[in-house]
């Protein structure tokens, strides 16, 4: 089967498309899914899991059909059926290849209304909003938020939830071009990151919502209040990530919390968004979509990080 491989490693690494990997086999209460489309997170060329895996296929988020069930699988899913789903980082195979393996539990029935290519752009995005705003923040309805990288996939995805499902303040950060779409998205203020003072705009939000890192990142820690929260998903991770020591920033913001996460698979969470995409309370992302013969191009296209929409390759016309 055609699929994207890495090749060499997180220093030194190539992306190819190839055609000599063998179609997987369902297992267990395994989903085998015939992707339609698969997105693409840049930053996967330096994570570990990939190097780690025998077949160095990447990419994590997958739309598709139904096309195999594991001998044990006892759920709702039939075969056939339009599906998305995040797959796990560990996993033996990523989702850039035209069959995919994914856990019941990462599943979720796509949403109707839009077409493979959106929706593989969705999971991980999705998910990271979700996670940060209702599982890690746990913010009030009316909360005052910062949202940084506004315009990139997981930004436009905090900047909707927060606004349509908290009825928030939203504040993000982005170029100016991006601007007027975040505005039509619900965001109540933009500023310019070209602003190098952008930070003395903002006082006294409730949460920030950090999809940047470095000094984006450090800035953020003047906007909140002393009871806020900075939630980051930056990659790659401040220096006090995973359990590594605290932030510098804490001998002047002594009661602020914070904390950096890294999503994980979420199937009921995605039949949530399917129903709001559906129902037009969210709107998709916006994607950049190329064909499987494009792969190479596609992750040249990911890798800029001023791009327009997310990159997705397409294994189905």
Do not use: C
């Amino acid at each position: 089967m055609k699929a994207v491989q890495i090749l060499g490693s997180q220093n030194d690494h190539r992306i190819i498309l190839s055609d000599t990997l063998p179609r997987p086999s369902p297992t267990g209460h395994r989903v085998l899914i015939k992707v339609h489309a698969a997105g693409i997170t840049a930053d996967e060329v330096i994570w570990p899991e990939l190097y780690a895996s025998s077949n160095r296929v990447p990419g994590h988020d997958v739309s598709g059909t139904v096309d195999a069930l594991g001998p044990q699988y006892s759920g709702p899913l039939s075969v056939g059926q339009s599906v998305y789903a995040m797959i796990e980082a560990e996993a033996p195979q990523g989702g850039q290849a035209e069959y995919a393996i994914a856990m019941p539990n990462e599943i979720a029935v796509k949403p109707s209304s839009i077409s493979h290519a959106e929706a593989a752009a969705l999971p991980i995005p999705a998910l990271t909003a979700w996670e940060a705003i209702f599982k890690r923040a746990n913010l009030d309805k009316g909360s005052k938020i910062l949202v940084t990288g506004a315009s990139g996939a997981v930004g436009v995805m905090l900047v909707q939830v927060a606004k349509k499902l908290l009825d928030a303040e939203v504040i993000g950060l982005a170029s100016s071009s991006n601007h007027a779409m975040l505005a039509e998205l619900g965001a109540d203020q933009v500023l310019d990151y070209n602003n190098t003072n952008w930070h003395d705009e903002v006082h006294g939000v409730d949460a920030v919502f950090d999809t940047v890192g470095g000094e984006t990142l450090a800035k953020t820690w003047n906007t909140v209040k002393e009871t806020g929260i900075i939630v980051t998903v930056g990659d790659p991770a401040p220096v006090w990530a995973f359990g590594r020591g605290q932030p510098e920033e804490l001998q002047h913001h002594p009661e602020v919390r914070w904390l950096h996460f890294i999503v994980s698979p979420d199937g009921d969470t995605l039949s949530k968004v399917s129903s709001l995409i559906d129902d037009g309370t969210l709107k998709p992302i916006p994607v950049m979509a190329f064909e499987v013969e494009e792969a190479v191009e596609a992750w040249e296209f990911a890798a800029q990080r001023r791009r327009k929409g997310k990159a997705v390759i397409k294994f189905i016309a």
